[in-house]
Structures are given as structure tokens and as C-alpha cells.
């Protein structure tokens, strides 16, 4: 049987998208490589649910996540950063290692933040307020509209890892007032790794201009003056086979219905999740906010590495383990992308013959 690569990315990627990797390059200082680009920005804007820019990096998510550091903050800016999970805490890592002072969130694997903890904890000095949207290593989603909401007009960007969500779970960049939105090619947007996407609000953009911290290749603002070039390119040579995969992606994105695609990641996930509990097997998760990008599975007796690998060898579908302490204690499976009822279907029936 093919295999299923039932994992929070890479995802499976669907044929139409993988027949433009094969084609031949085209130069990235013509005419031909602009349309595509433009057109893929404009695909990005509709996915991102925004009118401003997404710049595009050949990188992983992390590199985003880094790259929204450097150029929206100075050494020594004071910013609030939640963690709920694996990707929470390094993102807050990553600040520290540029020198920020980062007031921290921890709130405790497997739950979210509330609107009221960040209330209590944001102060006047907070430059910016970091959070992810789906944390792929606990399955719970923080309440991103809400903090949006409440942080509209304050003197402060709102910054979102939604790396793992974006283009399976409602995101409202513009609506919500987020200024930095950052997601990567491999999860729910159907295409292979190596391609972030960042989109920036006008006020992130000021907060650009503002930084003063060394960067050359991930220049936000060299990308955006690229961009808006009557013929839009990008600074240095771009991954023009993944630029192309990526367009055709979000093209299939565009042909479903935005709200068709995140009701179809809904009820996978509401399928899936009703499946595994039917099977008497425990979620990880706090109940209130599920995620329907991703199921966090907890086998509290350790045998999460051996399920996942009997699931690999024997039914060749591949899931997640657990991350740091929930090593071994879970399984994760992806949802996200290119998925449909036979895998969810093909999962479930693995999963129910091996335990
Ligand atoms: C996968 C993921 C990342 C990291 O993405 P890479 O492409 O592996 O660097 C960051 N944040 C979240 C929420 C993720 O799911």
C-alpha cells in the first residue's frame, strides 16, 4: 500500500503539485518568473486573509520565526511570549538568543492560554507579544482571535507562529490585527519543505524600519522593496521549483473554498478524535481547544514509540512521537493538507489493529 505520511509535516503532496517541481528552471530576472511570483503573492494574500505583502524565504518555518525576530525588534526590547508546548519554547528561545528581554507565559502542556493571563501580564513596555497559533506538540490552539482583539491599537506588534495551521484552521491576519504572520510550505499548505511565508502588517513594517539588529540575506524590508517592483522579484536567487509548487498549491486551496478546506480539516478531525476515543485511547489534549490540524494521542504506559513504529512497518503510515516529556507517552497525527476520509479512514483502522 502507498505510504501515508500521516505526520504534522512534511504532509503529503498532492501529484499536481509535485508535476511543477519536475519542470524546467526558468531565470528569476524575467518576466515569466515575476508572474509566477506575483501571482503567488497574491495567492498568499487570500490564504493569509490579508491586503498587505507575504514575503517568501527558501527556509524552514524556524527560519521565519528567527527571521521575524531580527527584523521587527533592537537588542534589549522588552516583548511577551506564551508557550504552550514544544514550538512555544523556542520560539522564546530564539528571542533570548538576540538578546531580547522576554517576559514569559508557560502554561502547562496540552492546555491554552487565556485571554485573562496575557491581560495580567502585558505591560506598557512590551514592544511586541509572541504566541503560536496551532502548538503541533500538545494539539491545543491558543485563542488568537481574541488576543487581537484586546491588543488592537496598543503600542505593541502581535507576532503568530502558525507554521502548523495556516490553510487548516481559520487565521484572520488583517481582521484579527495580527502584524507578523508566519507559517512554512510542508504543512497544511500541501507543498514539500524548504519555503517560509511571512506576512506583514504596516505596523510591523514601521517596526522594520525601527531595527537596528545586523541581518543581510533575511531583510524584510529589502524583500518588500524587491516585491514591489512593477515586475516583482526577490533579492537573491529564490527556489523557483518550490515557488511554482507553492502557486499551484494554494491554487487548489482557491478551487475548494477557504472555508471549504478548514470545514474539511473540521470534520476529519472531529471523525478521528470520536474514532480514538471510541477505542478507548485517551487525548492529550484539553478538550476546549482541540486542535483540527493535528491529534495528540497519550499512551501513558510508553508503548508511543512502539505503536508509531509498528505503524510504519506494518501498515506503512507514518505518525509523530511525542516531543521532549511526552517522549514515548504519545502519538501525534497530522491532519493537515492534502488529507481526505480514506486517510483518515486507513489511519484509524491501523491504529485500532495495532493497539
Ligand atoms: C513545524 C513547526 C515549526 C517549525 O517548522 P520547521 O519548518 O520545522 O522549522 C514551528 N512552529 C510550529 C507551530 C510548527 O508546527
Known amino acids: 500500500m502507498e505510504k501515508l505520511l500521516m505526520t504534522p509535516g512534511p504532509t503529503n503532496v498532492p501529484e499536481r503539485v509535485l508535476n511543477k517541481m519536475k519542470e524546467n528552471m526558468i531565470h528569476h530576472r524575467t518576466s515569466e518568473y515575476s508572474k509566477i511570483f506575483r501571482e503567488l503573492n497574491e495567492r498568499l494574500k487570500f490564504v493569509f486573509q490579508t491586503n498587505s505583502n507575504v514575503l517568501t524565504f527558501p527556509s524552514a518555518g524556524t527560519g521565519a520565526l528567527e527571521a521575524s525576530i531580527i527584523n521587527c525588534f533592537n537588542t534589549g526590547d522588552k516583548v511577551l511570549a506564551i508557550s504552550i508546548g514544544d514550538f512555544g519554547d523556542r520560539f522564546i528561545k530564539i528571542a533570548k538568543i538576540y538578546g531580547l528581554n522576554v517576559d514569559e507565559i508557560r502554561i502547562p502542556w496540552g ?14 513596555d512590551h514592544k511586541g507579544v509572541i504566541i503560536t497559533h496551532n502548538e503541533t506538540s500538545t494539539g491545543a490552539v491558543n485563542p488568537i482571535k481574541e488576543i487581537g482583539e484586546f491588543l488592537k491599537n496598543k503600542n505593541l506588534i502581535y507576532i503568530v507562529d502558525a507554521v502548523s495551521s495556516l490553510g487548516a484552521i481559520d487565521i484572520q491576519m488583517d481582521n484579527w490585527n495580527i502584524d507578523v504572520l508566519a507559517t ?89 478524535r470520536g474514532e480514538i476515543k471510541g477505542m478507548g485511547l485517551k487525548l492529550f489534549t484539553d478538550e476546549r481547544v482541540l486542535s483540527n490540524a493535528i491529534t495528540a494521542i497519550s499512551l501513558d504506559n510508553g508503548n508511543g514509540d512502539e505503536i508509531k513504529s509498528r505503524l510504519e ?41 495495532v493497539i
Open 111 to 124: 492546555k491554552a492560554v487565556s485571554l485573562g493571563e496575557i491581560q495580567d501580564k502585558l505591560k506598557e
Open 184 to 272: 512554512a510550505s510542508q504543512k497544511a499548505l500541501m507543498c514539500p519543505p524548504g519555503l517560509a511565508f511571512i506576512g506583514l502588517s504596516p505596523k510591523a513594517i514601521d517596526y522594520c524600519k525601527a531595527s537596528k539588529m545586523p541581518k543581510f540575506y533575511f531583510d524584510f524590508l529589502e524583500g518588500i522593496k524587491y516585491m514591489e517592483k512593477s515586475e516583482p522579484q526577490n533579492p537573491y536567487t529564490p527556489a523557483v521549483s518550490l515557488i511554482s509548487a507553492a502557486n499551484e498549491a494554494i491554487t487548489m486551496i482557491e478551487e475548494e473554498g477557504l472555508q471549504n478546506v478548514f470545514l474539511r480539516h473540521k470534520v476529519l478531525a472531529e471523525k478521528f
Open 313 to 353: 512497518k506494518e501498515y506503512n503510515i507514518v505518525v509523530a512521537g511525542g516531543q521532549g516529556a511526552t517522549k514515548g507517552k504519545m502519538i501525534r497525527v497530522g491532519h493537515m493538507g492534502y488529507v481526505d476520509d480514506y486517510m483518515i479512514d486507513r489511519t484509524l483502522d491501523a491504529i485500532r489493529k
